[in-house]
């Protein structure tokens, strides 16, 4: 599905306006209305929003793209704190 989104803290790192979502100013009731209108009055553009979000949802969220982000960071910690590391 494609994303409609209150432009706040973080939002702009995962969505890309009329890439993959709208992203709207926070509390603004007619920008969700405009938002909602177009994606009903362009449907195709609509669902390829939702292609692109879904997309970028698995790529930054693979299981084990975050399972190598996280062994990263174990072993930058254990280095850190002089400890020896298993790869």
């Given at each position: ?15 890309k ?20 209108l ?20 698995r ?29």
């Open positions: 599905k494609p994303l409609i989104i209150s432009d706040v803290s973080g939002v702009r790192d995962v969505v306006n009329y890439i993959n979502g709208i992203i709207i100013p926070p509390k603004d009731p007619q920008a969700i209305y405009d938002a909602v177009y994606m009903m009055n362009n449907p195709a553009h609509a669902k390829q929003m939702g292609q692109s979000t879904q997309n970028e949802v790529k930054r969220f693979d299981i084990k793209t975050s399972i190598k982000k996280l062994e990263h960071l174990y072993i930058k910690w254990y280095e850190k704190v002089g400890l020896k590391h298993k790869v």
